[in-house]
């Protein structure tokens, strides 16, 4: 996307909107929906051609695929269809035109750097749109709570987004990591 982060961010929505209405189709045909996660991050790599005449293919050599590639996999851990870095984010032209939470600061697998990260939640069934647009103030307290190191409040906070949104993951993850960080304490 040539340095077009919101172009990028656009596609994966759209590559999630299109996946909700597929489902929709299988779900008709008594199949199970399939998901997928996007992991999004911005930096320079370098690309090549390899093979011959008879084969060629595409090879992309550079720490942004690899970090792109451990964001992705952290969709299943948060539980979200779109994770973007940190990078991503302070390269969006209009951030404001995305519905974006914090999910706070992770040092994804082999790096040293530590990486923020956010869920962008546009892609969403119209239902979890209103519901995570709704209990954000509290979500953003809690993840608050929880990198502050106090872990009891963001057990309590999160409780309060899954009341409001039972069907939240990331709220659940954090409330299973506050709740281990407790045990670990006592």
Known sequence: FLDKADRALKAAISMIQTLQLYNDEREDKDRQPLRIGIGLHIGSLMMGMIGDDKRLDTGLVADTVNTSSRIEGLTKQFGVDILISGAIYDQLENPENFNLRYLGEVQAKGKEEIIRLYECFDGATDEQMRLKKESLNLFHQGVKHYYEGNFSQAEVVF????????????????????SHQLSQIN
């Open 159 to 178: 409780s309060e987004v899954c009341k409001l949104n039972p069907a939240d993951r990331s709220a659940k993850m954090f409330i299973e990591k506050a």
